[in-house]
Nanobody, 126 residues
Framework: QVQLMESGGGLVQAGGSLSLSCQASKEDFDGYHMAWFRQTPGKEREVVSC????????WYSDLVKGRFTISRDNDKRTVFLQMNSLKAEDTGMYYC???????????????????WGQGTQVTVSS
């Protein structure tokens, strides 16, 4: 399994921006798609965005499309999530996850990702 470590969460006012990062421990990062999920209390964890391992495919939930941007730096084994125009409903615990190859252009469920980070809290005040 790949160990993942998120950072960059925090408290921001509605309309503001935050940038999340997630670094993977695995030195050979080739072939690993990366995704961001979020979860709020009482709700299931939902996929927010996904990027394939060569950054040719990105996918976004309709809830964040046009406001969030996913990117990655394979040399640093890091994936980023730039979040702009944040809304109160974006509040939640954000997790990065990875899977080796397969799909990344459709909304994938939690079970498709074998490796997860511990999560970072994002709180947007209205």
């Amino acid at each position: 399994q790949v160990q993942l470590m998120e950072s960059g969460g925090g408290l921001v006012q509605a309309g503001g921006s935050l940038s999340l990062s997630c670094q993977a421990s695995k030195e050979d990062f080739d072939g690993y798609h990366m995704a961001w999920f979020r979860q709020t209390p009482g709700k299931e964890r939902e996929v927010v965005s996904c990027i394939n391992w060569i950054s040719t495919i990105t996918w976004y939930s309709d809830l964040v499309k046009g406001r969030f941007t996913i990117s990655r730096d394979n040399d640093k084994r890091t994936v980023f999530l730039q979040m702009n125009s944040l809304k109160a409903e974006d509040t939640g615990m954000y997790y990065c996850a990875t899977r080796h190859l397969g799909y990344c252009h459709v909304p994938l469920p939690v079970r498709e990702f074998p490796s997860w980070g511990q999560g970072t809290q994002v709180t947007v005040s209205s």
